[in-house]
């Protein structure tokens, strides 16, 4: 069987692995071990995990897991948010020539990113622009945490039916994914991490595949691995 590492930008994308990415690749001979939160620095010999706002101590911590696992049935894979990177973050400055097609952007990124590390057991993926994008394929999951949302629900179709797909939902500091939820729903932004995975659970894998191609391409060449 694979093996394959992720590093998460944070709790809500870690738990979000766990709970649907692992049984699902299981089905395709690819073990998922336990989602490892991204570090972001150290401070006094200890390493401080969360977040994607520090390329120098991101790289670092690929690095050192690269080292400790050498061997070639072993993968390694992110979901780092491409809203927010830090500037020095591998390519950052030519990308944005492709930002009137984050598609193409976010592949540049990626291919920037795969080159920089150097192994080609690093598979790197980045959300575009955010997880909460992929709460947008059926925002009428919410109701299954807040029933009096309806109202909310309601604005969150709106804003996704203007999209061809949730993932390109904007990434401006005010009308990014997570900050129209918030708008809806205030109570998201201090449980985001139980309440992101519980929807996208009740929304199920084949629905995100269905509306966010990125998502989906990087999920299927995970499934590919199992038959490396």
């Given at each position: 069987m694979i093996r394959l590492y992720l590093f998460a930008e944070g709790q809500t994308e870690q738990t979000f692995a766990?709970?649907?990415?692992?049984p699902h690749l299981a089905n395709y001979g690819v073990y998922l071990n336990?989602?490892?939160l991204i570090s972001h620095g150290r401070k006094k010999g200890e390493i401080h995990?969360?977040?994607?706002?520090?390329?120098?101590?991101?790289?670092?911590d690929i690095l050192r897991f690269l080292k400790q696992e050498k061997s070639r049935d072993v993968y390694?894979?992110?979901?780092?948010?491409l809203y927010a990177l830090p500037p020095e973050f591998p390519g950052f400055m030519a990308a944005q020539t492709?930002?009137?097609?984050?598609?193409?952007?976010?592949?540049?990124?990626?291919?920037?990113f795969a080159e920089d590390i150097g192994d080609d057991r690093f598979l790197p993926h980045l959300q575009l622009y955010e997880y909460e994008a992929y709460l947008f394929c059926e925002p009428n999951h919410f109701l299954s945490i807040e029933p009096g949302g309806t109202k909310g629900v309601e604005t969150l179709q709106t804003i996704a039916g203007q999209y061809?797909?949730?993932?390109l939902i904007n990434d401006a500091p005010q009308t990014a994914p997570s900050k129209r939820i918030i708008a809806e729903f205030p109570k998201y932004k201090k449980a985001k991490s139980v309440w992101g995975p519980l929807v996208a659970q009740h929304i199920g894998l084949p629905v995100i595949r269905q509306q966010c191609p990125h998502f989906n391409k990087w999920l299927s060449s995970l499934e590919l691995l199992g038959q490396v």
């Open positions: 766990s709970n649907l990415m692992t336990k989602p490892v995990r969360g977040g994607g706002q520090n390329y120098a101590a991101m790289k670092q390694f894979t992110t979901m780092l948010d492709y930002r009137n097609t984050p598609y193409d952007q976010v592949a540049f990124l990626e291919k920037s061809e797909s949730p993932e």
